[in-house]
DNA sequence: CTGAAAGCGCTTACAG
DNA sequence: CTGAAAGCGCTTACAG
């Protein structure tokens, strides 16, 4: 194979100085006098010499690549997702690897092989689940798990989750106080943990409440579903006027529905809350109340654990994270809130 | 330092055959014995190898990595183009290396000697320009470059852009056909060769039509500078009565000033054309008429030429793609439009 | 088809 | 502080 870059053999020549001496040079805190680094720095300088990280991955035990496993990456709260990721892992030295599944857990187990292959020091699933068999192998090669929001804990892992149930009750006491009399539940059929907390924390409460609810489950986590969610609800006789969306996606789908298809007002006529706080929950065709996915603090959860955490061993971390309300236009105003 | 994994050498030895064999086994094509072949796999399976693909990429020319470089990944558009470039690279046999960036030129310089640190097969250049001297130290590292909509070559590189003028120039030819009399152009600060292009279409065939402009600008282009942008447009005593927006995020601000601050009836008294044909164009509220970034033919220009072109040379190619008028509900009807 | 050997580019005890 | 040497896990001529 033609030798393609320059290498530190050629940094050393050229800076008179031997192999290990340029490694040291690049080792932050090794033992290499001010004098020979400065010639070697000038030296890699004039040739372009990086250090190569594939070389440096087999022998460390650290490669800096961290794999990042999703389904769905184009959708808002995801790409909100992998950004604040990809800019901790970035200002911690590390690098993130892309890996798109289809959510269903084959294709997660084929992404967590991948990341195998490239000796990657963490990975951070956040879609689907892999086999407890290959959580073992992962961290058998002392690689990290980081799950977020998955239902289930892997041995030497760290599993991030919101308090989802928690806001799934939180959002039917805020329509109760807001006044309004038949509430519904609008969610997909994706099953996911997340979309199970909120709904089950949403039917715990109406049912200690003894209050009857509308439930309408339909296809993927879309605005597209939010839209024939709100068509659904809209029509029936008893037409709900208060409505808890699983996610901010669906809950635009249904105020459109709602406002578009059948003139009603909102929060008039009509209360919504969603879930996650998209940018397109600000925006003024929508100003949705909502609650906040702590985005940036899961990140930084991820993070510090990848950097502080000792060797993974067979316990398993979890932090589970508030999800916040945010108060806007679409549910009517009440007194004592907050 | 602690042997982390099962490698070549276990495998070898449990199925009964020489290093070399296992190699084969895995490199498709391989001069290898079916039944040796079958030996390994059942090695491999039982004591989950994988094959080190940092190992590899330090012998063979390719690493299978390919840099993805581009700045505000969460936004609509470049979600978009992330996630079809990382599903072709996948299918391709490629995994991406996310690097975010501030879209600095330095900050896309730093992302490129990342990129170079761990060999990737090849960098995807969303954001910034890099000088020509680091793309000279990437084609001599054997590293291609993809650019997508950025405004000057590279050598060796491939450049993938739209006719952004040409777009611009329909979007004017469109608001006149529509009956629209007082026409404006809004866009942000930003100053990327896209928006440029787009602007540059719009103003070049306003001028030869001999019609004034009022040309808005400001800030970064996000859905806040579209609501400013539009709030500003429409107190103006010549308040326009036909836009066309750089993007669809300032589109959906300027229909949001316009239809909720000041209550006008799109598109009865306002037309508006946007630009990339993001999710939220489709959405009920809004139901922008637009252009639409052929985000898959993008990715597929990219992988292809990264799978067939042999290797870099100093030439570079441009290839341009059109961008299709969408037509939806905010420009007003008229006759023989297409 | 198969194995022994050389080599990819690095890092890290080891000895000085 | 410094260099020679061993070794990380792989692949690929080379010879059989």
């Given at each position: 194979m033609a030798r393609t870059s320059v290498n530190a053999k050629d940094v050393a020549d050229l800076a008179g100085v031997s192999r290990a001496a340029v490694s040291r040079s690049f080792?932050?805190?090794?033992?290499?006098?001010a004098e020979t680094r400065a010639k070697v720095f000038q030296a890699a300088e004039t040739l372009g010499y990086q250090v190569n990280h594939l070389a440096r991955g087999l022998i460390r035990s650290e490669t800096g690549l961290v794999a990042l496993i999703a389904a769905e990456i184009n959708t808002p709260y995801r790409s909100n997702m992998l950004a604040a990721l990809t800019a901790r892992l970035q200002e911690a030295g590390k690098v993130a690897l892309l890996i798109n599944t289809d959510r269903s857990d084959a294709s997660v187990e084929r992404a967590l092989r991948q990341a195998i292959s490239y000796r990657t020091d963490a990975a951070v699933v956040m879609s689907g689940m892999p086999a407890r068999s290959l959580a073992e192998t992962c961290l058998r090669n002392g690689m990290r798990l980081v799950l977020i929001n998955r239902d289930e804990e892997r041995p030497g892992s760290i599993r991030i989750q919101l308090d989802d149930a928690e806001a799934g009750r939180q959002a039917f006491a805020t329509l109760v106080a807001a006044g309004c009399k038949r509430l519904a539940l609008a969610t997909s059929q994706a099953g996911t943990p997340s979309l199970a907390g909120r709904e089950e924390g949403f039917k715990a409460a109406a049912s200690e409440a003894g209050v009857d609810l509308t439930v309408a489950a339909l296809g993927m986590t879309s605005y597209q579903t939010g839209l024939d969610l709100g068509t659904q609800l809209m029509a029936r006789?008893?037409?709900?006027?208060g409505v808890f969306c699983t996610t901010d996606l669906l809950a635009c789908g249904v105020l459109d529905a709602a406002r578009?298809?059948?003139?009603?007002?909102?929060?008039?006529e009509l209360s919504v809350i969603g879930f996650d706080d998209i940018e397109e929950a600000r925006w003024e065709s929508y100003a949705l109340t909502t609650f906040a996915q702590p985005v940036e603090g899961i990140a930084d959860a991820a993070v510090d654990w990848l950097k502080h955490a000792e060797d993974p061993k067979e316990s398993a971390t979890t932090v589970s994270l508030p999800a916040r309300m945010i108060w806007r236009g679409t549910v009517r105003p009440f007194r004592n809130h907050d």
């Open positions: 080792t932050p805190g090794a033992s290499v006098s006789p008893d037409r709900p006027d578009h298809r059948f003139g009603f007002q909102v929060p008039h």
